[in-house]
């Protein structure tokens, strides 16, 4: 078997200067930073929140494979210390399933946008759901297509501006969580860049959970959607997260009147179903029996 | 969210990494008890430490990781 190198770090990286101990740099490949993301951008808060909520589970690197689509968000794995793939648009989930299969023992973790998970890569996310693969999938959604300067995604508000929306948005938004838990997936949460101590948690527990696990992370795109739609930066962003995001727990005494312009965050759901890479070696082991007694039907 | 709880009247050391902070402004408007300010250019600064309650929200929310609190 070939060994994969990783790339090593190069450069400086500014925090000699300071006198700081760098947090995380052991996970990324400093070489690359500062990253492309815009000020501002919730991205890196999101890679921040994985990549601490990885730390606090002592898993190691060399047996943690990334795997991104395209997007902005999609850069994410230029940033990290693993092995990575990098892979096509709306494409990562079906790269991912194929590493999962190949070497089960892998942690494999998906990270892309609501553009690559849930437009293109919509069946790839819903198949990947029903067949509970032990792959965990961070949604990173602004809103829109922040790469492509702004066309509108399949999670945009009704009525949100986009390049491709100059009247406002007539379509209703899949709820990519209740998508997801629908189609089989048995982990399933969301949270905010806002709330980046609870989101922190909340993709700690979708990574130790056997199955297929969906984080969605809102995150926030101040140079395309923020920016069109009233909401003028990065922290005006946030406190709009902050405004509309309401705990899965305090929702249940909420009267649901005061509820209609809320988003749900927290642990949503939550159960137990057989894995897909069980079931293929389980039903592999029995053929493979069947053959050394001589009755395997052709 | 968990509590803001001081930690025994110690306050952390606050290091900025210039080469990698954009100046999002994220630290200085969300810091809970406004420890950070900005320069004529829109670089956070360290203006009052002896506030600061060690939340770690700076740290968390910085989106480009250039933020680190210090201390035991
Ligand atoms: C097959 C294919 N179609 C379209 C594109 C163009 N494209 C690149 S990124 C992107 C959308 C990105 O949106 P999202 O996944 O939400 O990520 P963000 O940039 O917002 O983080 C599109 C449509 C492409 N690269 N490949
Ligand atoms: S365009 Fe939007 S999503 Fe892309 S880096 Fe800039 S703020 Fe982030
Ligand atoms: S930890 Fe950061 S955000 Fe919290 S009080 Fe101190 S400086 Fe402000």
Redesign the interface.
Known sequence: MPTLTRQVSRGETGWEETGGKPGLLGYLRTGMMPHLWCPGCGHGIIMGAFLRAFDRLGWDQDETIIVSGIGCSSRVTGYLDFDTLHTTHGRALAFATGVKLANPKLNVIVLAGDGDLAAIGGNHLIHAARRNINITTICFNNNIYGMTSGQFSPVSPTGSWATTTPYGSIDRPFDLCELVRAAGGTYVARGTAYHVRSLTGLIEKALKHKGFSFVEALSQCPTYFGRRNQLHNAVDMLLWQKEHAVNVRAATRMDPEDLRDKILIGELYRSEAPEYTEEYARIREQVRQKAREGDLVQ | ??QVKKKQGKVP?I??????C?????CV??CPKKVFTTDTLGNPVVKRPESCVWC??C????????L?L?GE
């Not at chain 2, 954009?22 to 994220?26: F, M, N, T």
């Not at chain 2, 740290?59 to 250039?66: M, V």
């Open positions: 969210m968990a050391g290091f900025i990494n210039r080469r990698w954009k100046r999002c402004g994220i408007e969300l770690e929200l740290e968390l929310r910085c989106p480009d990781l250039a680190k210090e």
